[in-house]
Nanobody, 123 residues
Framework: QVQLVESGGGLVQPGGSLRLSCVASGRTFSTLSVGWFRQATGKEREFVAAINWGGSSTRYADSVKGRFTISRDNAKNTAHLQMNSLKPEDTAVYYC????????????????WGQGTQVTVSS
């Protein structure tokens, strides 16, 4: 049993930055891999970024590589997604998810999901 709560979404202008946070409870956070996914209106949910349990391995979607950075602080049971140089096409609901394996980009491996936080990039 894992509970995940996202925060940090909002409205930002193109080129701006946001930092999303994901706080976990219910299971030892350090044993979990964490991923960020997003779903825009009318689109499939897509992989954004992920980090393994020890922080030694990360994965990024090509569309965000070089702009987004995923990190974690196991002592605080928290993961973050730093989003820089935001574009209108980044507009979506962003979800935090967790799994007990290290198949980081495999969406079906994620067993626990947060409720999502809205990110809107618009001038």
């Amino acid at each position: 049993q894992v509970q995940l709560v996202e925060s940090g979404g909002g409205l930002v202008q193109p080129g701006g930055s946001l930092r999303l946070s994901c706080v976990a409870s219910g299971r030892t956070f350090s044993t979990l891999s964490v991923g960020w996914f997003r779903q825009a209106t009318g689109k499939e949910r897509e992989f954004v970024a992920a980090i393994n349990w020890g922080g030694s391995s990360t994965r990024y979607a090509d569309s965000v590589k070089g702009r987004f950075t995923i990190s974690r602080d196991n002592a605080k049971n928290t993961a973050h997604l730093q989003m820089n140089s935001l574009k209108p096409e980044d507009t979506a609901v962003y979800y935090c998810a967790a799994q007990s394996t290290e198949a980081l980009a495999y969406i079906n491996g994620y067993k626990w999901w947060g409720q999502g936080t809205q990110v809107t990039v618009s001038s």
